[in-house]
């Protein structure tokens, strides 16, 4: 006898259909699942027996064969349980096939045929809403996350019975249903803001600007200076997150198996701050089968390297790809994927390996080649994608006790999102391109409008600072943005002067050290 | 008693106790050149392999001597009986053990059905 039911899983971080097929035949008992199984699925095996033993139906003596179609895709995941058991259950003849039409089943089981949540829930429903399949029976833990999708009905069941009762029409479960909007009406709530941070105006503007330009930042500066305060509240400036890119990065958390429980959809920009010591697979994903690494974790928010020249040359070589084509690409032997990483690079690092080069008051004591080896832990290319550099000076005593009411998250954010709001109305015809600095030479020429006297300041700028090629194409850029925070077509000489004040490690007295 | 009259008298216990819960015995000691299946007997149309396990006291149970090689042994077993009355895939089968544990004063049976499968 033959059961055919419908299930999913997925691979990277898209959902892929799987077709459960079930048949028992006489022959010696045994069991034997085929269509390229993953270890997760393979241990399915003992998960399901034992669990219909459990719940209080007899197995088959038959030969069962359970095929996982298409059997050319590796399936990975636990959610194949259900669909397998209730596939034997249906061919065992406990129910008719035909119930199953039409219904998509996952979950994992627990030896006492309860189910548990899944990973990867998101993208297959986003599958299912493109495939035009109206039914999922799921675990409880997964309904709400798969019912962010619009247009397919979720019944949560607690246990393999409950599955079967309902299938058969025995037990009335009500369609999945809870408050969406206010889900989205949290977006950017946050438990940090810029207003705790006393002084640092030069820092905090720079931030502004890369907020705005989707610039990346690296700050230099002495320990304590508040590098890291400044770089925690960066998420707080950035434009709300939209229900198409909160959709994008929740994806990436479903699939990865990191959503907070209470909470099935990602609504504020991720923040992460990976340790120093990270590996590169770590930073951009990878492992024998693909997870996604701390760059696409990042993804739609901020990568925070703290300590940047600590990170392991490899690491940080790594990140090239994703700051330059917002997604990194992965292959392994058995299979090859692509995760989204378009990200806001924050990184920091002391002027020096004792901290205190650039401090006002306390002595350096580290040699000039010890300080140039810490610099050249940087390599060129990677400085190159890094737009904003800036000196965080440490903040005063009077700086810190000072009671000045300082600027909130949100004042700076309406800013921004003004800003934003400019260059997506400049790139609509872009392809790829959302922020200044996403631009490349041709629309540079395209679209900075640099008023005489500006590219007069500018070409000074060039010739007493000694600024290189790439530094003089960052300056525009910059600048541009900074234009567009003012809501001005045209870039001014104060635009462009305070876009050389971003270039710190362009400077002279860093590299002749 | 040696250990094979030991072995035939556990046997005839098991039969006794299959016979009693209504089972069709079909075989006695079915020798094979891959081993021996004790029993074979039939209910509600499918066809049931017997190992028939005895020791003496309550500390190890006679099932638990069933092990991977016996097994095997008597799936191997099992199959050439299927094949040589022309049965293979034309019956449902399960395999039991019938555990026996012994004193001097008194004998416990218990009856695992479906006790393992073929891997």
Known sequence: MLAKLKSATYIGIEGILVDVEVDLSKGLPSFSLVGLPETMVKESKERVLTSIRNSGFSLPFKKITVNLAPADLRKEGTGLDLPIALGIICASGYFEPDLLKGKVFLGELSLDGKLRGIKGILPIAILLKEKGIKEVILPYENAKEASIVDGISVYPVNSLIEAIEFIKGERKIEKFEFDKEKLFSDLSIYDVDFSEVKGQKAAKRALEVSASGGHNVLFIGPPGAGKTMLARRFPTILPKMTIDEALETTKI???????????????TRPFRAPHHTISDIGLIGGGHIPKPGEVSLAHNGVLFLDEFTEFSRSALEVLRQPLEDGFVSIGRAKSQVVFPARFILLASMNPCPCGYLTHPEKECTCTPSQIRRYLSKISGPLL??????????????????????????????????????????????????????HMKQKHIKKYINISKESENLLK?????????????????????????????EEIKPNHVAEAIEYRALDREHWITL | MDKKEKGGFFELIAEEYLKRNKYKIIERNFYTKKGEIDIIAEKNNVLIFIEVRSKKGEDIKGYETVDFKKKKNIIESAKIYLESKNLTNKKDVRFDVISINFNDEEITIEHIEDAFREE
């Open chain 1, 253 to 267: 958390y479903s699939c990865a198996g990191r959503l907070p429980p209470d909470k099935p959809i990602i609504t």
């Open chain 1, 384 to 437: 190159d994608r890094i737009d904003i550099h800036i000196e965080i000076p440490p903040i005063s005593y009077s700086e810190i006790s000072s009671k000045k009411e300082e600027e909130s998250s949100e004042k700076i954010r309406e800013r921004v999102e003004r800003a934003r709001k400019i260059q997506m109305e400049r790139f609509k015809n872009e392809k790829g391109i959302y922020f200044n600095a």
């Open chain 1, 460 to 488: 000074d700028a060039m010739e007493k600072l000694n600024l290189s090629a790439r530094a003089y194409i960052r300056i525009l850029k910059i600048s541009r943005t900074i234009a567009d925070l003012e809501e001005s």
